[in-house]
C-alpha cells in the first residue's frame, strides 16, 4: 500500500502535535458517535426528533463528532447553532480548548479529503478534469481556512485556497 503524503498539512500535523498534550483525554469520552452528525440528519415525528443516516457509525471519543458537526454547522452557514452547541458542551463541562482540538482535527480531515480530490496523483499537480471539483469547493475550504486560523490563533498559508487557484490558474 503506498502511502500519500500532502506536505500542506506538515505545520497543521505538527499543530495537533503540540497541541494534543493539553486535551484531557478519558475512557469516559468513548461513546457510539455518528460520523455524520448534522441538522440534515435529524428528522422529527409527532414532535420527536430522530437520527438518521448512521453508516458512519464508530466507538470514538464523542468530541470528534461534536468537532466535525461544530464544522459542518459553521462552513455551511449555521454559526449561531455551532456556537449554541459549543455554550451547552462547555456549560455541561466541557472544555472550549478540548473541542478546538477537535475542530481542528476535523478540519485537518477535510483538507486531507480535499487533497485527495484535486491531487489523484503524487506529484502534487492539479489535472484539468479535476479543476471543476475544486471550483465546487473553495468557497467551502476557504470557511474552512478561516475556522482554522481562528481556532489555533495562527495562519497556515500553504492550505490558503487562493494559493491553489494561483497554481490552477498557470
Known amino acids: 500500500i503506498e ?6 498539512l506538515d505545520p497543521l500535523i505538527e499543530w495537533l502535535h503540540k ?8 475512557r469516559k ?4 458517535v455518528h460520523g455524520d452528525f448534522h441538522p440534515y ?7 420527536e426528533p430522530f437520527v438518521i443516516d448512521w453508516h458512519g457509525i464508530r466507538i470514538r ?5 461534536l468537532g466535525q458537526t461544530s464544522l459542518l454547522l459553521t462552513i455551511y452557514g449555521s454559526p449561531d447553532l455551532r456556537n449554541a452547541i459549543v455554550d451547552t458542551y462547555v456549560k455541561y463541562g466541557g472544555k472550549a480548548v478540548d473541542l478546538h482540538f477537535f475542530e481542528v482535527l476535523a478540519i485537518m480531515i477535510r483538507f486531507f ?3 485527495e480530490t484535486i ?9 484539468p478534469d479535476r479543476v471543476q471539483a ?12 478561516l475556522m482554522l486560523n481562528e481556532l489555533t490563533k495562527q495562519e497556515f498559508p500553504q492550505l490558503k485556497p487562493s494559493e491553489f487557484l494561483d497554481k490552477k490558474d498557470k
Do not use: A, G, H
Open 3 to 8: 502511502e500519500r503524503r500532502f506536505y500542506q
Open 19 to 26: 497541541t494534543i498534550d493539553t486535551v484531557r483525554f478519558s
Open 29 to 32: 469520552n468513548l461513546s457510539l
Open 41 to 47: 440528519n435529524i428528522l422529527v415525528k409527532n414532535k
Open 61 to 65: 471519543d464523542n468530541r470528534t463528532d
Open 113 to 115: 479529503e480535499f487533497f
Open 119 to 127: 491531487y489523484p496523483d503524487d506529484n502534487n499537480e492539479i489535472l
Open 134 to 145: 475544486f471550483s465546487t469547493d473553495f468557497e467551502t475550504m476557504t470557511k474552512c481556512y
